[in-house]
């Protein structure tokens, strides 16, 4: 029903700013909350920001003041600015869509991803 396809992941370096981007089609976007998860080598995946379907914001701890989620509801998009970037931060990141309107941290709340872009952050 929903399809998501990230893009702009790629090697920077520490310190760097970095924005990813997620393209979506079907469903009705502006009623989906959004959100974006990463896993990183050897881990699971974890919650990093979520936007409401009324643009409240959610943010995990580690990301907080650095990152940004936004979205565009004309243009389907879901994007996540990156700034100060640090090694820890190195996994495939996924974008996420969930037909309920609130932006939960929880990863099993939503029902559609994307394929995931790899972002790598060196020291």
């Not at 396809?5 to 997620?22: F, T």
């Not at 990183?40 to 379907?53: C, D, L, M, T």
């Not at 959610?58 to 650095?66: F, H, I």
Request: aromatic share 12%.
């Amino acid at each position: 029903q929903v399809q998501l396809v990230e893009s702009g992941g790629r090697l920077v370096q520490a310190g760097d700013s970095l924005s990813v981007s997620c393209s979506a089609s079907g469903g009705t976007f502006s009623a989906y909350a959004l959100g974006w998860f990463r896993q990183a080598p050897g881990k699971h995946r974890e919650f990093v920001a979520a936007i409401s379907a009324t643009y409240n914001l959610n943010y995990a701890d580690s990301v907080k003041g650095r990152f940004t989620i936004s979205r565009d509801n004309d243009k389907k998009t879901i994007s996540l600015l990156m700034k100060n970037l640090n090694p820890e931060d190195t996994a495939v990141y996924y974008c996420a869509a969930r037909t309920g309107m609130v932006a939960y941290a929880q990863s099993n709340l939503y029902a559609y991803w994307g394929q995931g872009t790899q972002v790598t952050v060196s020291s």
